[in-house]
């Protein structure tokens, strides 16, 4: 059975507003699919991943560590040398202290009695010089020999009895050794006589005069 008229009248009006309905909305459709990529678009890019940048870190003191330490060092060994110095010193004085007690505790040692030193003899007619110029003509000199015996016993011992050398030379005219002198006579330590007539006879037997004992003295340093 063919279809009413009003049924199809009623068809063709619903088709007829579903059709308006498809033109009017289509432009907004497609507004906001335009709007809605925009926003996509947009919230991507805000999403995308910024380059972090990095703060750089305050350049480090390579060497403040060490320093600190070198530092730190030096400060013990100072520490430990003035201890070991108050250690010494203080042990020093505990010896001093200790050594003071001993010698205060010590008996002082009995004096001895000073060996007494020998005297010179008296020489006749005043100073050695004086009996040596008298003594020269009894060992064949003149008396003008004098200055060169003068000069030659002053260099030699000036003059003096007891002047003793560590060669082992004695008296005023330096025998070596000067027990060759007690030939003169027993007294040849404390006798200027007995050392001068001694002194005079070997110049005698070795050089004839005084003088050329001199020069022999000047020239080598010894007679």
């Not at 996509?40 to 305050?58: C, G, I, K, L």
């Not at 200790?98 to 008296?122: G, I």
């Not at 005219?173 to 006798?191: E, I, R």
């Not at 006589?193 to 037997?205: A, D, E, F, N, R």
Request: charged share 15%; glycine share 6%.
């Amino acid at each position: 059975m063919p279809p009413r008229p009003s049924y199809l009248v009623t068809m063709s009006v619903v088709f007829l507003l579903l059709g308006l309905a498809l033109v009017a909305v289509w432009p907004r459709g497609s507004a906001l699919l335009a709007n809605s990529s925009q926003i996509h678009s947009n919230q991507s890019s805000a999403f995308q991943v910024m380059p972090v940048q990095q703060t750089p870190a305050p350049a480090a003191e390579p060497h403040s560590s060490l320093d600190q330490y070198a530092a730190d060092k030096a400060r013990i060994a100072q520490i430990q040398a003035k201890a070991v110095r108050q250690a010494r010193e203080a042990r020093e004085d505990r010896r001093a202290a200790r050594r003071a007690a001993l010698m205060a505790a010590t008996p002082p040692a009995p004096s001895q009695a000073a060996e007494p030193k020998p005297t010179p003899a008296q020489v006749p007619g005043g100073s050695p010089q004086a009996e040596a110029l008298a003594l020269l003509p009894d060992f064949g000199q003149s008396p003008d020999q004098m200055p060169c015996l003068a000069a030659l016993w002053t260099r030699e011992s000036g003059w003096q009895w007891n002047a003793a050398n560590p060669s082992g030379a004695y008296g005023i005219p330096q025998a070596l050794p000067g027990s060759k002198m007690a030939s003169a006579g027993p007294d040849w330590m404390t006798n200027p006589v007995t050392q001068i007539k001694w002194g005079l006879g070997y110049i005698q037997s070795i050089y004839s005069t005084a003088c050329a004992a001199w020069s022999h003295e000047q020239a080598y340093g010894w007679y």
